[in-house]
């Protein structure tokens, strides 16, 4: 598909810090997306290796919201492929709910489900979807919740948890899947300033630990500590890519340039 | 009042204190209704026990002791047309003009709010009172009396009829909690294929809400039961037939309330239950369906609120004794006395059934949304 839009710029064939050669993870090939006439993504490629960690930055509009969201196919890209652990999710013979098990997302709205305490957040997909027995699904929630700290709050409903606590709470959530890969969407923008640190204390130590994670965000501090690799994108192409740290020291493209100076 | 930093465990009463004037007045308007509307059911309710023999206005009225309740009747005519009610009323009337002039006149001028809320609420009380009181004046002394009071308030001719009534009500009870149990399992799955992205299922599912909505009920029991279960030779009463339109129509109406529900949902409720695998279906059923479910608790109440009313229409069906339903049995006093007081005692039954109801509902609802911060709003 990639092959007939020879006009569209292109991104991810750089191998990453330390990629030594490994098979890709996750890789998007040629994706196009459009809402109606709206022309969203225009031809985007790039591709994960185990353990790095991606970061999308842009201004708003810019498509990266988007195409985080195609990368599990919550969005059915238009045209392109997205190939992850060597199947194409894009073909509609893929079982996309078994893909999606391996593929957490946490998104902006948190999106806990409100008649369910914390805890029944997390069991019930490994309940209902991974078949896990009761006992285990409470041993997994409470292992996942006293990672991100709250293990106290097991009983309470989202409603009587902060702004934070509900994001660690969905973190916890998408852990308790054991992804191969995590999808963050804008994760702390929904955040009272003094509560995005805890956030972002759990998505680092999770980059430690070595998972392999995409994450749109406007935290650059996050991004150039936490990042392996950045997508600078704006009007659905990947107008720069690089190492953040170098990115954010000497942006090459005009665009850049603008959007850093304007964030920063 | 109020000193900066210290904490008080409830808030200071701010409506400040009352006064003599408003607080005469609020009285003088509570009287008046107290008098107007109280004392004239109380002296109803004594006339109409007090099985004195006739009188002579009742005699001149057409009132014989051939009549089922006639001594009922004349005591409740004659409570009404009493010097004592006449005086009583009277009474009522002017605490209650005392207390519309005095409440209107001054309460603007009132300086804290619990006297001004006392004016107010005084008047008010005056105008209703003074309104019921000048009704009920005229209509002692006019020739309607006890032609309504013979027709509405002979309650006696009711007592061989209280069996059926019961058994009317039992039905009525039966015909509106099957109808609204098998309607809420019909909307559930017809709700779901509204919004279908099929529209192979969307279309069906539309074309069923739109013929049972657009359709009058009296047509569908009608139609059911003498053109299908009559006419086609099934095997089906008319009180099995009714219960089934009942079903099939109210499933219809909770359709609409299922569906508006669950697109009431956020959209993220549905992606972060795609995005852990669960499929559509299980999305619906664990994630959407159960807070969706709370939201339109009181549209769907109010649906089972007139369905209740609604079962009167097997009226139409012609049901065995032992099938009629309250309105059937209510009419069908009505047919073998012409006494409409089985039309007030029906009114009454309907009311017990279906206010308990509400006031049931808004508990469940409460209890459903205790510990759910957020889902409502």
Redesign the interface.
Known sequence: MSATMPDTPRGGVTTPAGGNGREPLIRLEGIHKWFGNLHVLKGIDTQLLPGEVLVLIGPSGSGKSTLLRCT?L?EEPTLGHVWFEGRDLTDIRTNL?????R???V?Q?F?????KTALQNIT??LE???RVDAKEARDRAMEQLSRVGLAEKADS????LSGGQQQRV?IA??LA?KPKLMLFDEVTSALDPELVGEVLAVMRQLAEEGMTMMVVTHEMGFAREVGNRMLFMADGIVMEEGDPREMFRNPQHERTKKFLSQIL | MGAVGVEISSPPDVRGPTAPLPATTFAAGIASLALTLGATLVLLVLGGMSNAPLTSFCGSEGITERITGARSICGIAEALRSSTESAVLLAGVVLGLIAVGVGFAAYGRMDTKRRRNEMLAGAILGVQGVLLGAFLLWFGRSGTLMIFVKNFLDFPIISGSWGTLFTGMKNTVILAFGGELGGIVIGLVLALFTISKQRTLRAPARAYINFFRGTPLVWQLSFAYLGLATGLGLNLSAYTTALMVFSLNTGAYAAEVFRAGIQSIERGQLEAARGLGMSYLQSMRYAIIPQAVRRVIPPLMNEFVILIKDTSLVLVLGLTQQQWDLMTAGYQGYLNSYFASFFVVTAVGYLAISLPLIRLVNWIEKRLRSGLVGVTA
């Open positions: 599990n919550l709910n078994e893909v999606r098990t593929i957490g997302i998104f709205a999106n806990l489900f409100p008649h019930l997909a209902k979807v991974l409903y989202p409603g009587q969905a959530r998408a899947m």
